[in-house]
């Protein structure tokens, strides 16, 4: 029996990557499992087209709500034909991120009793948003969607696809929904559309044979391996807001001011566009740009003392565990995905959210522990991520799911 993955991209972002990285596992365990996105080359022409001019209308679309949610907004009015008739055609599926039009709401229910449905952000259970970020929203999701409740302006478009959900939901029956945190599970568990699903955590893998500690051959001009080296990642750099750098940056400012001196201290930025070299509050700083290969990256974590991860939302925390394998410590808020990950003073530090002089002081914290200490820490934290997140113990987690809906 053949577990065909569908999502939108398997090239850009987070949740494509977690896609990816699944669905290599699986190949490697010999389960016969294709990966199909709306961006393959075997896609007709016609088909990528139409695709496409549903997306741009949806997103102009979007445009008739105005809301404070920085996060992305997703209707899933249209969807593609191709991912349709290839749902149809499959025996059993593994459904991953499906928004910017790949799968429209009203054929939900054709993922009935052959689907394992991985939640990569919030948006199965919202409105039209990706994440439910303030208490206003998340009572939305817990209570629903009505105009006695509505924190947006213009168009309430949130409230549209929340009643749309709640229409085609009721004949989406025996599938397996998996999330890569506990702190999704129990924010799924308590919303309105989700409630009354089997909900699993299946946390994202991390390829630990790849992700490992290298301090052999691997350096960046102008930092020194004495150096204290902070490390910041995310996809778009430092533009997003929901990544944090804000926050980091304040904590920053607050760190250059408190310690004696910055010369020993280095920082590193990557996921942006730009790589150039500049200073942050008298500190050097190197934006190394996108970091396509995984070996590289984990060349970087190496070379790191610290990797802060000051995201104001994180579904698992793929940065994060990432740099744990790599036995480089953590920072981060106490919140979200990221508590699967990070263990207070055991593998990294835990700031009170979202308080930038908390984020200084799990710097600071990191800062002043001798050598010995710190690199107790990074072992902790690659024996969390082996014993957690590997490939071999998620692995085994989705064939014992997909046994379950009858894969043979």
């Known amino acids: 029996m053949k577990v065909t993955f569908i999502a939108f991209t398997k090239i850009r972002g987070g949740a494509a990557k977690a896609a990816v ?193 290298n301090t052999v051959g691997y350096q960046i001009e102008g930092i020194d391996k004495h150096d204290f080296v902070i490390t910041f990642g995310a996809i778009g750099g430092t533009a997003s807001k929901i990544k944090g750098f804000d926050l980091l940056s304040q904590a920053i400012e607050e760190f250059a001011a408190t310690i004696s001196g910055s010369i020993n201290i280095k920082i590193i930025i990557f996921g942006g566009k730009i790589k150039r070299r500049t200073t942050m509050f008298g500190i050097d700083t190197f934006e190394v740009g996108h970091i396509a290969s995984e070996c590289e990256l984990a060349n970087i974590y190496s070379l790191s003392s610290v990797t802060v991860v000051p995201s104001r939302v994180e579904s698992f925390g793929q940065v994060a565990a990432e740099s744990l394998s790599c036995e480089t410590p953590v920072v981060s808020f106490n919140c979200t995905g990221l508590t699967d990950i990070v263990e207070h003073k055991l593998n990294g530090y835990l700031a009170t959210p979202f308080d930038s002089s908390s984020l200084c002081e799990g710097l600071l914290w990191i800062y002043n522990l001798n050598i010995e200490k710190r690199l107790q820490l990074g072992q902790c934290g690659r024996v969390h991520v082996i014993d957690s997140f590997c490939q071999e113990v998620v692995g085994r987690q989705l064939i014992s799911i997909y046994k379950e809906l009858g894969y043979k």
């Open 21 to 213: 990285r699944l669905n290599d596992i699986l190949n490697e365990k010999g389960v016969d499992a294709p990966l199909v996105t709306i961006e393959d080359n075997k896609v007709p022409v016609f088909y990528k087209i139409t695709h496409y001019v549903g997306w741009f209308f949806s997103h102009l679309l979007t445009k008739l709500q105005k809301s404070d949610n920085p996060t992305k907004h997703s209707l899933n009015i249209f969807g593609s034909a191709f991912i349709l008739d290839t749902i149809k055609k499959s025996e059993l599926l593994h459904i991953h991120w499906v928004n910017n039009e790949t799968l429209s709401i009203n054929n939900f229910p054709i993922l009935s009793h052959k689907s394992v449905i991985t939640l990569h952000d919030e948006w199965f259970y919202c409105g039209a948003e990706h994440y439910a970020l303030d208490d206003s929203s998340f009572l939305r999701v817990t209570h629903g969607y009505y105009h006695g409740n509505k924190n947006v302006k213009g168009v309430d478009l949130n409230r549209f696809i929340w009643n749309e959900k709640v229409k085609h939901y009721q004949s989406l029956s025996g599938v397996i929904f998996t999330v890569p945190s506990t702190w999704m599970q129990m924010r799924a568990r308590k919303s309105v559309l989700l409630r009354d699903k089997d909900i699993r955590v299946v946390p994202n893998p991390i390829n630990t044979n790849v992700f490992k500690k």
